[in-house]
Nanobody, 125 residues
Framework: QLQVVESGGGLVQLGGSLRLSCTAS????????IAWWRQAPGTERLGVSC????????DYADSVKGRFTIFRDNSKNTVYLQMTNLRPEDTAVYYC??????????????????WGQGTQVTVSS
């Protein structure tokens, strides 16, 4: 069974940057769509960014376009979320999720099966 683990969260000030990591074990992420989600207390879960490694496609929520970048390092079997120009509204627990890549038209189409435990990102104003 695929396992993913997030890391890289922390406390940063407004305008700062963080790089989150999502590392998979046993299976190659080439066969999976990967998505970053976030959820703040009392809010609905938001899809932040997703990637199909098989199709080499990405997508971003409108609120993070131009600020966040999703990319992978095949040698480490890791997908990253590079976050820049962070804002207080980015404060949330960030989750990495994966699902087998069935060539969905959008990487937001499937329900994700494998989830990490989350990493906290806090942005101070």
């Amino acid at each position: 069974q695929l396992q993913v683990v997030e890391s890289g969260g922390g406390l940063v000030q407004l305008g700062g940057s963080l790089r989150l990591s999502c590392t998979a074990s046993r299976f190659s992420l080439d066969a999976y769509m990967i998505a970053w989600w976030r959820q703040a207390p009392g809010t609905e879960r938001l899809g932040v960014s997703c990637m199909s490694t098989r199709a080499n496609t990405t997508d971003y929520a409108d609120s993070v376009k131009g600020r966040f970048t999703i990319f992978r390092d095949n040698s480490k079997n890791t997908v990253y979320l590079q976050m820049t120009n962070l804002r207080p509204e980015d404060t949330a627990v960030y989750y990495c999720a994966a699902t087998l890549d069935a060539r969905w038209p959008s990487c937001w189409d499937p329900q994700y099966d494998y989830w990490g435990q989350g990493t906290q990102v806090t942005v101070s104003s």
